[in-house]
């Protein structure tokens, strides 16, 4: 069993997941992993998505970033954000996805990704990827 806690404290609303255990089984740990799974599967497609757009020339990184922050109110763009997430995890997910939904074009890891992780360029971790660190 969860809920989800509104939060203004930051200035902003934000959801904070609160966690219970009920009598039907479900302890705390469940609700977290049911969460974190949430997340990702809204999380990752976007980055994949912000990936594809730089691909096809509608915006530089900056520029995706930039818009996602001022028009979203999103604290860090998506492709910072993969960064710091790490693109080799963002594609290990992607991937993962793909092999159980190969007909799903949005969980198909975009040829940026795929390129940027095998030359070793990982985000933050590696010192660079989408952006230098």
Not at 2 to 25: A, E, I, K, N
Not at 49 to 60: F, K, Q, T
Not at 71 to 82: C, R
Request: aromatic residues 10%; neutral net charge; charged residues 20%.
């Amino acid at each position: 069993v969860s809920g989800f806690l509104w939060d203004t404290r930051s200035g902003r609303d934000s959801v904070v997941p609160t966690l219970s255990t009920c009598s039907c089984g479900i302890n705390a740990e469940f609700g977290k992993q049911w969460y974190q799974r949430r997340v990702r599967g809204l999380l990752v497609p976007n980055l994949a998505e912000a990936i594809r757009m730089l691909e096809r020339g509608v915006a530089s990184a900056e520029d995706i970033d930039t818009a996602m922050r001022l028009g979203a109110g999103h604290p860090m763009g998506p492709l910072q954000l993969a960064d710091y997430v790490g693109l080799d995890t963002c594609l290990f997910i992607l991937q993962g996805w793909n092999e159980k939904y190969p007909n799903v074009e949005l969980f198909q890891p975009p040829a940026t990704l795929v390129k940027l992780v095998g030359e070793g360029k990982l985000g933050a971790k590696s010192g660079e990827g989408f952006y230098k660190y």
